[in-house]
């Protein structure tokens, strides 16, 4: 299996498909799930880019690639702490947060020689994200977000609205996750968690889309296409939100749970979005 060793001794699962050499488009994928955000979770997303997108086998890097023919170089990885695959040395530290994260997902793009790559992230993925596009811009070219998480109040959302912000959905979902570190080596410490919940997630420090700001997001001069969240994890109101204040945003309002038809659309949709800039480097996977 394919790992990633980090100074700090994290080691880092990830997978990859396509072939960079045989001129596919480079596309970091970031999962949802959350604090388990892992290669795994793509089997549960409404849309699964590793199935969907088109790519053309790494075997036999010899051959002749027709030309103008538009395949894509997929990059997954196990975020840290998310599975068993993705481990780190000794314990969760005190100051980890989103930039740990970042470091991580920069060091992956630098071990498989990938200079600049688009991005499609799910759930959390978006967060990743905007991290990256604010640290690294000239590193990334375009932008899928689906469903991304963040702080705000209900709008259209299906079901029982929520009173006020929705804080306590992402308590949730992190406690779950920190319930099961707690019991392993790699964290044995609650308050150590607890730290790690408001450096990343802790309002009203943390707010938006938790991983930079609005004003960072009105920088961001990406192409982002952003297909609308609609439940209490993933809010309605944070995508229009995005759509608003992103200068370079298209919002899709209505693509899941509306039957095979707008699935589809959205699929079509993803794909024309990235073959748009072919962001192609000079790696040789």
């Given amino acids: 299996m394919p790992f990633l060793h980090r100074p700090c001794g994290a080691k ?15 596309v970091l994928l970031l999962a949802p799930g959350g604090m388990r955000s892992s ?13 969907e997108l088109k790519v053309v ?45 970042w470091q991580d997902q ?29 640290h690294a ?15 705000t109040q209900h709008t259209t959302e299906p079901g029982e609205p929520w009173k006020g912000l929705n804080t306590g959905a992402t308590w949730r979902w992190f406690g779950d996750w920190a319930n099961e570190m707690v019991q392993t080596p790699t964290c044995a410490n609650p308050e150590l968690l607890r730290q790690l919940h408001d450096n990343m997630f802790g309002y009203p420090q943390r707010d938006f889309v938790f991983s930079i ?12 296409l952003v297909f609308m969240g609609k439940d209490i994890s993933h809010p309605s109101e944070t995508s229009r939100e ?10 899709v ?6 039957g095979v038809e707008k699935l589809e659309e959205a699929a079509a949709k993803i794909e024309a979005f990235l073959l748009a800039d072919r962001c192609l480097g000079d790696g040789a996977t």
Wanted: proline share 8%; with cysteine; net charge positive.
């Fill in 106 to 134: 920069m060091a992956l793009l630098d071990h498989l020689q990938v200079p600049k790559c688009h991005l499609l992230g799910s759930c959390i993925g978006p967060s990743y994200a905007f991290r990256l596009m604010k």
């Fill in 12 to 26: 880092i699962y990830y997978e990859t498909k396509g072939s960079l050499k045989r001129g596919g488009i480079p």
């Fill in 213 to 224: 700001s609005r004003q960072d997001a009105a920088r961001i001069q990406h192409p982002l």
């Fill in 57 to 101: 086998s790494s075997e036999n890097n010899d051959a002749v690639v027709p030309p103008n023919r538009d395949h894509f170089f997929l990059i997954g990885m196990d975020q840290r702490f998310a599975t068993d695959r993705s481990t780190a040395g000794g314990t969760i530290r005190k100051d980890d947060g989103w930039h740990t994260y």
């Fill in 242 to 251: 995005i759509a608003r204040i992103a200068p370079r945003a298209e919002l």
């Fill in 137 to 151: 811009p000239e590193r990334f070219g375009r932008c899928v977000m689906l469903q991304p998480i963040g702080i």
């Fill in 253 to 258: 309002q209505v693509w899941r749970d509306a």
């Fill in 39 to 51: 290669i795994a979770k793509w089997d549960i997303s409404p849309w699964n880019p590793w199935n």
